[in-house]
């Protein structure tokens, strides 16, 4: 199983993203799939996570911007970022959960320009 995530890039200060996560096998093979984020010289930080159920949360820093969402047809989870802050510069990484492990993608940045 690989977790191909795509669509960061640059964006000015209260503009909008969407990231992409796609699986490629099933999307059911995880219990929940989620996306975090690491600034430079932090750890890395749940962002979002949306169960295999369909209940999702964010964190409260990015609660009432930020939607996880899931395509289960497609095997895709995804991340809507709307008015983006500076502080939300980081390599986001999508990620999946099964009992026994978690699997990652290679990550995608995102920058914010003030």
């Known amino acids: 199983v690989q977790l191909q995530a795509s669509g960061g890039g640059l964006v000015q200060a209260g503009g909008s993203l969407r990231l992409s996560c796609v699986v490629s096998?099933?999307?059911?093979?995880?219990?929940?799939m989620a996306w975090y984020r690491q600034a430079p010289e932090k750890q890395r930080d749940l962002v979002a996570i949306?169960?295999?159920?369909?209940?999702?949360n964010v964190a409260d820093s990015v609660k009432g911007r930020f939607t996880i969402s899931r395509d289960n047809p497609k095997n895709t989870v995804y991340l809507e970022m709307n008015s983006l802050k500076p502080e939300d510069t980081a390599v986001y990484y999508c990620?999946?959960?099964?009992?026994?492990?978690?699997?990652w993608g290679q990550g995608t940045q995102v920058t914010v320009s003030s």
């Open positions: 990620n999946g959960r099964t009992p026994a492990t978690n699997y």
């Open positions: 096998g099933s999307i059911f093979s995880f219990i929940s």
């Open positions: 949306i169960t295999r159920d369909g209940t999702a």
